[in-house]
């Protein structure tokens, strides 16, 4: 079956700790996806990368990194940096990254402050 | 001013009423507008992906564009108990590579 995994489902993030958020598709899209899902503010755009080792900023990229070494996989971490990071995080890919190309959605990675 | 707004609601309605979600937005530019369904805890799935002006119809759902009045309609016919979830609308360029979403509206069908 096709789709988006990410893991892990929730999380849990000491105070001055780095924690990686992991999404893997097997749908062959070429274009991935993080936003950060707030109560009220909707879908906000972390980072995202259309094609392999290469990515760009969204709208709230700071505290965040990302990586793309494989077609397959777009992890995120949150860094320390990041004062707020309580929030529910969301990957998506599309085919290409083309505006008529819509979104597909993991089923998300919740992230709480211990 | 936000680029998309959409009401938060919630929005209650009983079985099988017709339900009418929209969203306005402030840049003409926007050509492909698309509708999600996001359950508690979930990701969001696509319902409807439309392309300018026009209706799009898929089983209960009917998807309405007017970009003369910067406003889009998603339409549930016969609601059920499981269509109960966030509904949130989305839209982009036509060159573009960025989503814009609405904030999303929590819709309720009561059995």
């Known amino acids: 079956d096709g789709g988006i995994t990410q893991s892990p489902k929730y999380l849990f993030r000491k105070e001055g700790q780095n924690v990686t958020l992991s999404c893997e598709q097997n749908?062959?899209?070429?274009?991935m996806y993080w936003y950060r899902q707030d109560p009220g503010q909707g879908l906000r755009l972390i980072y995202y990368s259309q094609i392999v080792n290469d990515f760009q900023k969204g709208d709230i990229a700071e505290g965040y990194s990302v990586s793309r070494e494989k077609k397959e996989s777009f992890p995120l971490t949150v860094t320390s940096a990041q004062k707020n990071p309580t929030a529910f995080y969301l990957c998506?890919?599309?085919?290409?990254?083309?505006?008529?190309?819509?979104?597909?959605f993991g089923d998300g990675t919740r992230l709480s402050i211990l | 001013q936000k680029e998309v707004e959409q009401d938060p609601g919630p929005l209650s309605v009983p079985e099988g009423a017709i339900v009418s979600l929209n969203c306005t937005y402030s840049n003409s530019a926007f050509q492909y507008f698309m509708w999600y369904r996001q359950y508690s805890r979930k990701g969001p799935e696509l319902l409807m992906y439309?392309?300018?002006?026009g209706n799009k119809e898929d089983g209960r759902f009917t998807a309405q564009v007017d970009k003369s009045s910067k406003y889009i309609s998603l339409f549930i016919r016969d609601s059920q108990p499981s269509d109960s979830a966030t509904y949130l609308c989305a839209m982009i360029y036509h060159d573009g590579n960025q989503f814009y979403f609405g904030t999303g509206t929590s819709l309720t069908v009561i059995p």
């Open positions: 749908l062959n899209h070429d274009a």
């Open positions: 439309t392309y300018s002006s």
């Open positions: 998506a890919s599309s085919i290409d990254g083309r505006g008529y190309q819509p979104q597909h």
